[in-house]
């Protein structure tokens, strides 16, 4: 069975830095793509940050270009949001999955990312 545990989340200020980072197991990590999602209240889900299996290929939503990188290490099945100058816009809850599993894949907990001063 799928499952995604993430963590890293906090209470931070508005230019603060903080690390995403989620296990995954159920799959064979290294043949997927990873994707972090995001969720505002009263928002719908968005796709913040995918990369490819081995890591070469990287695509971020236009808010959050130059400022998070995503990044993964396939033999602990983790992959990672490295979040920079947050703004209070990316208040939200973070998730991960595999980029068009959506539907079939047992969504995490998530990990609640507070910008706020």
């Known amino acids: 069975q799928v499952q995604y545990v993430e963590s890293g989340g906090g209470l931070v200020q508005p230019g603060g830095s903080l690390r995403l980072s989620c296990a995954a197991s159920?799959?064979?990590?290294?043949?997927?793509?990873m994707a972090w999602y995001r969720q505002a209240p009263g928002k719908e889900r968005e796709l913040v940050a995918q990369?490819?299996?081995?890591?070469?290929?990287?695509n971020y939503a236009s808010s959050v270009k130059g400022r998070f990188t995503i990044s993964r290490d396939n033999a602990k099945n983790t992959v990672y949001l490295q979040m920079n100058s947050l703004e209070p816009e990316d208040t939200a809850l973070y998730y991960c999955?595999?980029?068009?599993?959506?539907?079939?894949?047992?969504w995490g907990q998530g990990t609640q990312v507070t910008v706020s001063s």
């Open positions: 159920g799959f064979t990590f290294n043949l997927y793509a």
């Open positions: 990369v490819t299996n081995i890591g070469i290929i990287r």
């Open positions: 999955c595999r980029p068009g599993y959506e539907a079939r894949d047992n």
